[in-house]
Antibody, heavy 129, light 109 residues
Framework: EVQLVESGGGLVQPGGSLRLSCAASGFTFSDHYMDWVRQAPGKGLEWVGRTRNKANSYTTEYAASVKGRFTISRDDSKNSLYLQMNSLKTEDTAVYYC????????????????????WGKGTTVTVSS | SYELTQPPSVSVSPGQTARITCSADALPKQYAYWYQQKPGQAPVLVIYKDSERPSGIPERFSGSSSGTTVTLTISGVQAEDEADYYCQSADSSGTYSVVFGGGTKLTVL
């Protein structure tokens, strides 16, 4: 069974740090791009960032709202994805989901495609004093 | 910045057809994707590449594209379809960052 399980959430004070983990199973983790997506209480989905696979040099991208504060990494030997969150703000309070990315170029249309086809259940991060 | 616009809410009676739209300037060049999210649950992909349906998703879910608008159609809506629906695309500016629409709450009356 394809599965993603997040962990590491909790209560942290503003300005603090937290590291989230995502354990993958049931698929070849090293082949895939992986994303973090968050959802603040009562709000919509917000993309946090992604890491590409080894074939694409593990490059990362981030949303403007977290760039410079959050770092995404992965350990393919452990089938694990990580999100290091520093300088946390109250507005970072959210449920954080890891998701598996599927990407490529559709030769017929010439369009690039990128979507997330498997999601974890999420872990809750609360930033509050 | 690149934005996807969805109506905040759509309401339909059971058995009717629900249509949820998503619009943005870049959509003709980028595919759109749809996710269903029920309360307290993770999102689930229901449509990819504008109109493809993942395995396990009921046939009553379909997607279409016209110009700068994509539409998620749910035919013969059932009570279990009540959920939030989010469209998603990729910013075509270079890094293909992911962009989500604001979400649409589907209410089954």
């Amino acid at each position: 069974e394809v599965q993603l399980v997040e962990s590491g959430g909790g209560l942290v004070q503003p300005g603090g740090s937290l590291r989230l983990s995502c354990a993958a199973s049931g698929f070849t983790f090293s082949d895939h791009y992986m994303d973090w997506v968050r959802q603040a209480p009562g709000k919509g989905l917000e993309w946090v960032g992604r890491t590409r696979n080894k074939a694409n040099s593990y490059t990362t991208e981030y949303a403007a709202s977290v760039k410079g504060r959050f770092t995404i990494s992965r350990d393919d030997s452990k089938n694990s994805l990580y999100l290091q969150m520093n300088s946390l703000k109250t507005e970072d309070t959210a449920v954080y989901y890891c998701a598996r990315g599927d990407s490529g170029y559709d030769l017929q249309s010439g369009n690039y495609y990128y979507y997330m086809d498997v999601w974890g259940k999420g872990t809750t991060v609360t930033v509050s004093s | 910045s690149y934005e996807l616009t969805q109506p905040p809410s759509v309401s339909v009676s059971p058995g009717q057809t629900a249509r949820i739209t998503c619009s943005a300037d870049a959509l003709p060049k980028q595919y759109a994707y749809w996710y269903q999210q029920k309360p307290g649950q993770a999102p689930v992909l229901v449509i990819y590449k504008d109109s493809e349906r993942p395995s396990g998703i009921p046939e009553r879910f379909s997607g279409s594209s016209s110009g700068t608008t994509v539409t998620l159609t749910i035919s013969g809506v059932q009570a279990e379809d009540e959920a939030d629906y989010y469209c998603q695309s990729a910013d075509s500016s270079g890094t293909y960052s992911v962009v989500f629409g604001g979400g649409t709450k589907l209410t089954v009356l």
